[in-house]
Nanobody, 120 residues
């Protein structure tokens, strides 16, 4: 079982910055790819960014150049640095973790989500 604890959301003005964190805990063999997704009201959940255990990253076009995903494998934690925030970035942000269980099966866990609101 893996639990994901997200933190760092809040209210910020346009042009501001926020840093989200997501820490994995519990019993597992290894955490593989971790990612951030977001869901705005009335819209489907969409990919924001992912990062492999080796550090390879992918980004949605809408956040390239503004958001940076990183991770600390020793802490099983993934971060999302969000700069130059826009009102359209307002959403609930979810992290997820692809992991290998103790019986060597692949699994996927989602966090509970953290609200990010960009407004003046």
């Amino acid at each position: 079982q893996v639990q994901l604890a997200e933190s760092g959301g809040g209210l910020v003005q346009p042009g501001g910055s926020l840093r989200l964190s997501c820490a994995a805990s519990g019993r597992f063999f290894i955490i593989n790819t971790m990612g951030w997704y977001r869901q705005a009201p009335g819209k489907e959940r969409e990919l924001v960014a992912t990062i492999t255990r080796g550090g390879t990253t992918t980004y949605a076009d809408s956040v390239k150049g503004r958001f940076t995903i990183s991770r600390d494998n020793a802490k099983n934690t993934v971060y999302l640095q969000m700069n130059s925030l826009k009102p359209e970035d307002t959403a609930v942000y979810y992290c997820n973790a692809e992991h290998t269980t103790l019986i060597r099966r692949p699994a996927l866990t989602w966090g509970q989500g953290t609200q990010v609101t960009v407004s003046s």
